[in-house]
């Protein structure tokens, strides 16, 4: 008889770990508290026509969850707070089936060789629990190799200076360049950056039976109708292909059963309210680094670290104005260029962190990117007589460039996810509450990085720039929320040799349930400044195939 | 005539929306998009099967393709819960109250367009500018439905035959066409 796994979220872990096991011949049932607009309800293994280019639907009312009304999140600064200072949207990453791959622009950039050994290449920094993680790139590059082709990437091998090794090419070419972005990158060139094509995936040609992406602009934070997007439609509907998977949308996980080191299955509540009980050989956990932790916590499991380090990128957001320049940002792909530089060392950045009193710093990935869309930006103009003019010459959407720095967090043990002691989801159970600050190496860093944006945004002919970040730091003085903005978040179920300062093992695997593995960004040890998507995808098909006794597949001969 | 407000009601918020998006020469303003159709639709979601929450997809139809965004998507019990509370508040249910009691937004407007006065269409706009900015809270919640009004997709209600985007130049949803290449890469 085959072996079977509950796989609990449907997010790009969830789906990976099925992909992989259905393939080598496990039953899988894939558990997804949110609903499902990804695929077909008439033929799972097809995609479904429910997004669209719908402001209203995707940014002002929560088509893709979580709705905070019933799905709320409690925050505080920290333990000094009291018990929380803001309930509601907290990091929300989508709860529906695809999960935090479906509102993605898809940049899917791969972790250097240092990000996996950040305290052997530069050691430690006080306050922060800096460590290697027990794996190196070279182990994963693999699983890269076969989640790339996977989810469909597009890139260009050889075009940023410092990535890491690859073992083959991309499996498209770039898409089209954004013209903001052509002319930002440069500019980034001129100061002495190495802007390059960011590796997406979204398709630039058509592949896997999924068309190319026709650059409609509606990426970030929308589903793609026309599913160029790969991540993580593609790996579902294989998995469903092989009729050996089962998805139950709007099934929500309360609890992991267990009994003494094994879980016997999970408990779970359908959508009409009924509580169930469903048996299998192995649990998956892919709920993402907030989810996750809140469900082991929920099923009682305890360990010192567990909800612990939680790292969210720290975004460095340096906009300019061009006033005789329409940069059109709402045609193309979100972000098609960005560059490295601020995650690689030299003397001056050695030298400005030394002058801030810290070791060392790093940045992170920097996007190039243009303004929103209208709603967003009449909301941010005056109304009355003057708004008409206003958005025409649409000073917001049409003029604007930014850079985004997604910066490395570090991982501080005061920055938590627990239980909300008092505020519960619409089903009853107690909600993560995030507690979290930046430290100053975040601060120092984003400091020191913003100055060099700020210079490439004149040198692009920008009148004027303003430099901010999130979450928002007083130092700005514009009163930025200290609520963070980044869906990139990461840690909380830390990964590591040691059970004692662990939760899940090399595979991630719990250190103490021999049958319960967790497969998302929970298991990041440090938070690099890379996007995690590819990463925690490329850990889940490590840890689905270490789990199945099989091997990544090899790119096809030719 | 209103989906969900008064007449009454209907009228103090159409001459508020009006002065938020004032109309002018050539410029469409409120009126012309029929903003206040849009929010009373809005408040009034639940009157229609399916609620109009969420249009439908891929397409609109308005650049090829089927005119998919007309037909509204089902809502799950936990979407109709979280949508009727957020609209209609959670009114004393207990299901409504897990983390106390909950105003909504029908409540929020209700009791807005009564504080703007009963004699708000008839006051000149100098004083509707005045009462709406005196109630700061009630100005930005309905400052912010305007602007999803004026500029959302028009399968809401707003949006009228598309004015509020053709007068910025802006082509709305674009499925399945897209932009070429050329048109993402230069200026």
Known sequence: MSPSAIIIGSGPGGATAAEVLTRAGWNVVIMEKGRNHLLDPDDLTRPAEDYSNDEIKFISRYFLGPDPLVEPRAFRLSADDGEHTHVGEVNSIPTTVGGGGTHADGKVPRFREEDFGLFSTYGPQEGAAVDDWPLEYDELEPYYAEVERAIGVSGREGANPFAAWRSGPYPMPPGAPMYGAVLSSAAAEKVGLHPYEAPTAANSIAYDGRPACNNCGFCAFFGCPIHAKGDPVALLTRAMATGRAELMAETYVSRIITQGRRATGVEFIDRDGVTHTREADMVIVAGGAIETPR????????????????????????????????????????????????????????????????????????????????????????????????????????????????????????????????????????????????????????????????????????????????????????????????????????????????????????????????????????????????????????AAHHLAGTAPEAPAAG | MPVWLSDHEYATLRAACAQMLPSGEGTPGAEEAGVADYIDGFLGAFTFDPPRIWAGGPSSGRKGGVAGFATFHRLSPLDELAWRMRLEGSQGKPEREFNGPVVGLQERYRDGLVALGADFTEVEGREQRRRLRDDEAFCELLWGHCCEGMYGAPEYGGNRNTVGWDYIDYEGDVQPRGYSDAEVSQP
């Open chain 1, 295 to 542: 469900l082991l916590l929920l099923s009682g499991l305890d360990h010192p670290a567990l909800g612990k380090y939680l790292m969210v990128h720290f975004q460095t957001i340096v906009v300019g104005h061009f006033a005789d320049m329409r940069l059109h940002p709402h045609k193309g792909r979100s972000v098609t260029h960005v560059h490295d530089d601020a995650m690689v060392q030299d003397d001056r950045t050695r030298q400005a962190a030394v002058g801030a009193g810290l070791p060392w710093f790093r940045g992170g990935l920097v996007e190039h990117s243009g303004g929103g869309l209208p709603i967003m930006e009449a909301r941010h103009s005056p109304w009355g007589r003057l708004h008409a003019q206003t958005m025409r010459e649409s000073n917001l959407r049409e003029r604007m460039w930014a850079f985004i720095m997604q910066g490395e967090d570090l991982a501080y043990a005061t920055n938590t996810v627990d239980l909300s002691p008092s505020i519960r989801d619409a089903r009853g159970y107690p909600v993560a509450r995030v507690t979290y600050q930046p430290g100053h190496h975040e601060m120092a860093a984003s400091k020191y990085h913003g100055k060099i944006l700020q210079s490439v945004l004149e040198e692009m002919g920008a009148e004027w720039v303003i430099h901010t970040s999130s979450p928002g730091v007083s130092y700005h003085g514009i009163g930025a929320s200290p609520i963070p903005e980044s869906r990139h978040v990461m840690g909380t179920v830390r990964m590591g040799d040691n059970p004692d300062t662990s939760v899940v093992d090399r595979w991630g695997r719990v250190h103490v349930l021999d049958n319960v593995v967790v497969a998302d960004s929970s298991v990041f040890v440090t938070s690099s400044g890379y996007g995690p998507t590819l990463t925690l995808v490329a850990l889940a098909a490590r």
